[in-house]
């Protein structure tokens, strides 16, 4: 399986704090990766990593074989590589219509350096049938996003990002607050991009979804590496089990540290 990323050996301390331990990771290419871990498990800085938001302290970075110069890396370089990021928090904007917010911050020009709106709308419009799945008719083009649902404004999102070509998508918590409904659309959502040949590192506190929606699952544990495996090679209950584990132990850690 070729690999859009491949970490070897990552580490990333912030002074004498180590945030991620050695690590070494790849992610292939069609496959959809749940990335599990409690809080200050090290899942924000990994991405970090990975999209060039921050460069790790020892470690070296592929991406699709090709070894990164992590002094020149930055996020706009991952994302002409291919690697595209929908955090939790989504940067649409709210007062603008969908065909806007498919092309903010890249939009398509003609010869004179003008917004080719014709053609803009026209890719919106595709892009929400084909890609996105939208089928609405209260759904168009020119709607508004603050008309959009939590789970239909995820799936513009994801639609965007799909657009540019990504091959790695990274869907940072994206059915937080959710209902279920709107859930099941995420989830669907996210099973087009493997259906479209492209890949998804899916960060998630719901063990059940990561379960029910990856191919592979990945867990951190205070910036270790400590579970990736295949979903089949690991049952629900068993996963549920393990988190529950690292929990107890660093709770127990924490005590001690506090003298309880």
């Known amino acids: ?20 331990k050695p690590i070494n990771l790849k992610i292939g290419g069609n496959e959809i990766v749940g990335l599990i871990g409690d809080n200050g498990a090290g899942k924000s800085t990994l991405i970090k990593l990975i999209t060039g938001l ?23 370089i991952s994302q002409q590589l291919g690697i595209e990021t929908v955090y ?25 350096g003008l917004i080719n709106v014709k053609k803009q709308r026209k890719i919106t419009a595709e892009i929400m049938k084909s890609t996105i799945g939208f089928r609405s008719e209260g759904i168009n083009v020119d709607t508004q996003v603050s008309f959009l649902s939590g789970g239909e404004r995820q799936g513009v999102a994801i639609g965007r990002a799909m657009y540019f070509e990504s091959d790695l998508i990274i869907l940072d918590e994206p059915t937080v607050a959710l209902a279920i409904s709107e859930v099941e659309k995420v989830l669907r959502f996210v099973n087009n991009i493997k259906n ?65």
């Not at 070897?8 to 991620?20: I, T």
Request: aromatic share 6%; charged share 25%.
């Open 1 to 20: 399986m070729n690999s859009i990323v491949e970490l070897k050996n990552v580490s990333k301390s912030y002074g004498p704090v180590l945030s991620l």
């Open 88 to 112: 939790q928090k989504l940067s649409l904007c709210e007062k603008q219509p969908l065909w806007r917010n498919f092309f903010a911050g890249r939009p398509i020009t003609n010869a004179f």
């Open 196 to 260: 479209k040949g492209k890949s998804c590192i899916f960060i998630e506190h719901n063990i059940h979804h990561v379960h029910e929606i990856s191919d592979r699952i990945i867990v951190l544990d205070r910036g270790e590496l400590v579970l990736n495996c295949q979903k089949q090679s690991i049952e629900i209950n068993d996963l549920i089990q393990l988190l529950k584990e690292l929990h107890f132990r660093k709770k127990n850690k924490t005590n001690l540290h506090k003298g309880i």
């Open 54 to 76: 921050e460069s790790p302290t020892l470690g070296e970075i592929f991406i699709k074989g090709k070894r990164i110069d992590l002094n020149q890396y930055s996020v706009k």
